[in-house]
């Protein structure tokens, strides 16, 4: 019997038409982005199916819509009996993967995604801060250069997203970041600037992290009902008082992904599937271990894919 584990997305993996396939061939999609309308106040629906792309790319719009279609598909596979064993979700995507454990409910979890975009982005004003995508280099040598470069501006940059062998996501001031870059290069990597608006996952948003435990404080997290892996911890978290401070750290301190996914794989998790637009979990996986077994649903086709895989009949 596969031991499962759900993967779910984060910023960056939403894109025009997301969704739109899924809700006209079943009615409980439609109804989920029916609601995020009804929970934003705004036909944020319209934007996910038709865009423009650059409405929907605004960290406060895209947030809520990727964790809209993430629940609708989890909601999909559980229909068919399909249920993780565990869950972990990047960045944004541990919040759905906090619904998928029974933490937060869709309705409380929406406003959550878009209060924490909005705050996210008003941390740090446009320009000051930014991110790069470090490629061909290790890890240890990634942190080397970051803080060589943080050495050389007086400014801060540093790792923020541990995704993959030979992939590590650096964030921090621009001047800072942009140096960084520039050493890796000449170190024989290759490093790509992210089309983002704000250094996220760095300590530069500490103030948006300490704005979203108020708004934390407010909603009654449970106890986790299958073990969630924490991006600041990369090791399982059930109880919702650790969760909630975890949300906050989250912020502003790197996302461990590699070794949130090697902890699974370690306790003997042998088939992931990424619930949500996109497939950038799934080339992550594979990078990390070619022998798990890796799907994804995000559209009529990768579900029917999926239940096939797994034995499962529409």
Not at 54 to 63: F, I, V
Not at 192 to 202: C, M, N, Q
Request: hydrophobic residues 45%; proline residues 5%.
């Amino acid at each position: 019997m596969a031991k499962i584990g759900f993967l779910f997305p984060g910023q960056g993996a939403q894109y025009v038409g997301m969704g739109l396939e899924l809700a006209r061939q079943y009615p409980a999609v439609a109804r989920r982005f029916e609601q995020l309308n009804e929970l934003v106040g705004f036909d944020l629906t319209r934007l996910c199916w038709e865009g423009p792309e650059e409405e929907l790319k605004k960290t406060a719009n895209q947030q809520p819509a990727i964790l809209a279609l993430s629940v609708a598909c989890l909601e999909l596979l559980e229909e068919q009996g399909i249920r993780p064993d565990v869950s972990a979700g990047l960045s944004l995507g541990e919040y759905s993967a906090l619904v998928a454990a029974g933490v937060l409910t869709f309705e409380e979890a929406v406003p959550l995604v878009r209060l924490r975009g909005t705050y996210m982005q008003e941390a740090v004003p446009l320009g000051v801060g930014c991110m790069a995508a470090i490629l061909g280099l290790p890890t240890e040598q990634v942190d080397e250069l970051c803080a060589q470069a943080a050495r050389e501006t007086g400014l801060h940059v540093e790792g923020a997203n541990y995704n993959c062998p030979g992939q590590v996501v650096v964030s921090g001031h621009t001047p800072a970041v942009e140096r960084c870059m520039a050493l890796a290069v000449a170190a024989g990597g290759r490093a790509v600037r992210l089309s983002v608006t704000a250094p996220f996952h760095s300590r530069l948003l500490t103030p948006a992290g300490e704005r979203l435990a108020e708004a934390l404080a407010a909603v009654p997290l449970r106890d986790a009902q299958i073990p969630v892996v924490a991006n600041v911890t990369a090791d399982y978290v059930t109880q919702a008082g650790e969760i909630r401070r975890l949300l906050i750290e989250q912020v502003s301190r790197p996302v461990r992904w590699e070794e949130s996914v090697r902890r699974m794989i370690a306790d003997g998790v042998d088939t992931f599937i990424e619930v949500g637009p996109s497939r950038t979990l799934t080339g992550f996986l594979r990078k990390i271990d070619k022998g798990a077994t890796a799907l994804h649903v995000e559209d009529p086709a990768s579900l029917a894919r999926v239940l096939d895989s797994l034995g499962r009949v529409c």
